[in-house]
């Protein structure tokens, strides 16, 4: 696993590109390589990713717009309760967006081999549609069967609190991922 530059924005992680490489005395300092012309504040909270998984806090004040490439994943929101599922959705239609929901059980297989791809496929429509996944099996069964899943991975895209789009993903995780990018394209939003 290559270095990464993380910023962590509440409720999920960007996780962005590398930059630079990690060594135990950089030669220069971390504005140096995160410099830019622009001022306006993106992020307070940095932090790396280093080969193996860990994760090394830095203290930096502030980031600015325009220092950091676009993220190269976003982490999947969790829906947790039909509450909050009703919540995301009118959000979604208060800002004109469109969400993709990941049908999950962490049992399944295919399910988390895909969830890192769609992470990926979060990135490259920021912000216009955000994507979440539910784990069928810590929601009331009355929230799956009101979106009429039957399979895992059910991937669906919703647009003004209706299901619009549906891709069921039980091929290859790269054919499930283009069925997705159509079904997100082919969307009049």
């Not at 309760?81 to 009703?86: L, N, P, R, S, T």
């Amino acid at each position: 696993m290559s270095d990464s530059l993380v910023a962590v924005k509440t409720p999920r992680l960007l996780h962005f590109r590398p930059h630079f490489f990690i060594s135990s005395s950089p030669p220069y300092s971390l504005s140096h390589h995160l410099k830019s012309s622009t001022s306006s504040l993106l992020f307070y909270d940095v932090s790396i990713r280093v080969s193996g998984g860990s994760r090394k806090d830095l203290s930096v004040s502030a980031i600015e717009q325009g220092e950091l490439e676009e993220p190269s994943s976003i982490e999947l929101g969790q829906i947790t309760c039909e509450q909050q599922f009703d919540e995301v959705l009118a959000e979604a239609e208060k800002l004109k967006e469109s969400v993709v929901i990941l049908w999950m059980a962490y049992w399944c297989r295919k399910c988390i081999y895909l969830k890192p791809k769609l992470e990926k496929l979060a990135a490259e429509y920021y912000p216009r549609v955000q994507f979440y996944c539910i784990d069928v099996n810590s929601v009331p069964q009355s929230l799956v069967n009101r979106a009429g899943v039957k399979k895992m991975p059910t991937i669906q895209l919703w647009h003004e609190r209706k299901m619009q789009g549906e891709v069921i993903g039980g091929h290859t995780a790269w054919l499930v991922i283009e069925d997705i990018r159509r079904m997100i394209d082919n969307e009049e939003i």
